[in-house]
């Protein structure tokens, strides 16, 4: 199975900031859109973000629209999410992995989901 890798998740105060990165090391998704998503503690896993395959269209979870960014660098088969003054609901672990031209269901099955990256926001 082929996965994304996340990474960039820490500890990190209210008010602080974060950048996610996601890495398509085998090159296999380059023209799929991707999408962040993130499960807290006891809870259901959410969509957070997505990012169409050439970057030209994003969306965003109404809880985090002008704080976190999405983008990706196609030379470097690397998707980011900038995250912008955190709040400590936005503690859990974050997923990226392929999504559907919607931008916000999961293209595949959970064999193409990796292991995520923990963000934790104190207050």
């Known amino acids: 199975q082929v996965q994304l890798v996340e990474s960039g998740g820490g500890l990190v105060q209210a008010g602080g900031s974060l950048r996610l990165s996601c890495v398509d090391s085998?090159?296999?998704?380059?023209?799929?859109?991707v999408g962040w998503f993130r499960q807290a503690p006891e809870k259901e896993r959410e969509w957070v973000a997505g990012?169409?395959?050439?970057?030209?269209?994003?969306n965003y979870r109404d809880s985090v629209k002008g704080r976190f960014t999405i983008s990706r660098d196609m030379r470097k088969n690397t998707v980011y999410l900038q995250m912008n003054g955190l709040k400590p609901e936005d503690t859990a672990v974050y997923y990226c992995?392929?999504?559907?031209?919607?931008?916000?269901?999961?293209?595949?099955?959970?064999?193409?989901w990796g292991k995520g990256t923990l963000v934790t926001v104190s207050s």
């Open positions: 990012i169409s395959w050439n970057g030209d269209f994003t």
């Open positions: 992995t392929p999504v559907k031209p919607t931008l916000d269901t999961a293209y595949f099955g959970e064999d193409y």
């Open positions: 085998e090159h296999a998704f380059s023209h799929y859109s």
